[in-house]
């Protein structure tokens, strides 16, 4: 009975309660996370060979960094890790520049319709990518589009919009639209957690709102302007809804156009298994280090800015 | 009247200096305006595109209204039976299912990494936020084969269980709790005996509220916008979400021009239920957490 008493005391540290309540996350994880890693990695390491002479059978062997080798040096992969930078290098750019020129006059004073705008802005970000692309698809379309109808209208020469050039722009636009928002949220709520004296003060100094913009604001917005950087690469690797969606009212997208796309159709549509897995890895794997280095350059920054 | 409105220029722009009030910045607001209008155009040409017949939308000017509007939506209902809104009732459980089982995974875990000091902490926080730079989509395809190979391929459970985990939800959920859970609180109901369930149950979740309703919105738009997960793992129509529903009408209807009338439909109906639970549930919504995570 004496024991009772001390028992509070010993409950002050549990140490069966956090695991339990982590139990859930931990299995899941492993299940979906851990194990797809795994088994990509193992994947791309094996390969089917037929063994035994003329009627033998294809079986599993392991072939090392063949799969690796073989997926690297494919001109189809190359080239749609081409198509992708490009894409990338027209939509990252615009969706963060865009992005930060919005939140930035979103937090001036006197601003009309600010909540409206705001609202209006944030919309595509409840839209699914196939939505959007079948949205925007029929702005491009020829026979549908309003932009062309209007070009035309006024006897100007018509857009092709689902050309072989024309498709990174209009890829690059849907990206553009459906991300513009989450991260003109993102900035704009660093810009709210500044506090206003930090400004307010160069503001009676006389400072011009552009000044306090590019001085003061866009300096402390580093952090939050990383994070959106790296949603944003992460982002853009995985681009596959909106070009296969795009792809039913395009000839000029085929079925590898992104490295994504190659990934799905050389594991179900040419039943290369390892090969896709293999890619899949190199994939994984690139995002994780590109990532990684941006955290690492932020890290260093805001520990730079709290000293 | 040149000195006049130079004058009270000057005078606006120092008042506002120290208040903050005055006349309207119409620059920004113009530009503001017109992303606005950028981003509003594509729904409002569907809003006008579903009203109108096959032979209307090929025809007509994109922005001028039809007079199928009626046909159209009885056309997407009955189409094979109802399946549109099988459709949408499928993406309602894949998301609102999902989302619901991912926050309450992401409040556990997020509560025992905030207000728990035991062995493997760092270790367990360091592999889950791993976890959020990893590009999930290309983990999809050995997904497949490790659900196949489990034999629940093509179920509901498929496309289910994988968007359950959500790593990032897991980090907000710490960040918030570590803000919103005071440990003292924790130590009195402890010392008044309460179990650690409880507590979690009675005092940290109602806590954790506010917070947690940010990682149940982003996880349910998460789940409603995938496309790559339910398309790999389903191939029975009829338990398709919204998503890869669309995409089959719209890869159908390169041969028949009706079907574009179905798709247009079908994409204006699945865009008003998340519009208005966006709108509904901005106020609620903490995304400052978005931008204050990193610094957690």
Redesign the interface.
Known sequence: MTVATAQPRHRIRPRVAPWAFLAPAIVLFTLFLVLPIGYAIYLSFVGLRVQGGAFGTRQQVFVGFENYINALTDPELVASLGRLATFGFISVPITLGGALLVALLLDLPRVRFARFSRTAIFLPYAVPGVIATLLWGFMYLPTTSPINYVLSAIGWPTINFLGAQGIFGSLANIAVWASLGFNMIVLYTALRSIPVEVYEAARLDGASEWQIARLIKIPLLAPALLLTLIFSLIGTLQAYSEPTTLKSMSNSISNSFFPLMKVYRDAFGVDNVSGAAAMSVVLALGTLAVSVVLLRVLQRRTFEGTR | MTAVASARRIGSSRG???R??????WL??I???A??V???F??L??VT?STKTAGE??ST???APGTGFLENLVDLSTYEGGRYWLWALNSLIYSGGGALLST???A??G???AR???RG?SV?FT??F??V???????A???Y??VAQAGIANTYWAVL??S??N?FG?YLATIYAQGAVPEETI?AA??D?AS??RI?RSIALPMMAPGLVTVFMLQF?GI?????LPF?MLSDESKFP???G??ML??R??GTPVL?TY??MG?LL??IP??I???VL?RYWK??L??????G
């Open positions: 506002t200096a120290a903050g009030r005055g006349t309207t910045q920004p607001t530009i503001l305006l992303a606005s950028y981003t509003l594509p729904i040409w569907v595109a939308l090929f000017f994109s922005l309450l995974v992401s556990l875990a509560f025992a990494l728990y000091n035991f902490r367990v592999v889950l791993a976890g730079l990893l590009p999930g989509i290309t983990l395809i050995p997904q084969f490790l269980l994988p359950i985990i790593p897991i130590e402890r010392i005996g650690e369930w979690f738009i409603w916008n995938n496309f790559l790999m919204l998503t890869t669309l995409y719209l890869n209807g390169t574009y798709a247009i994409a699945s865009i998340l519009v639970l966006m709108l901005q995304l400052e978005l931008s204050g995570s990193l610094k």
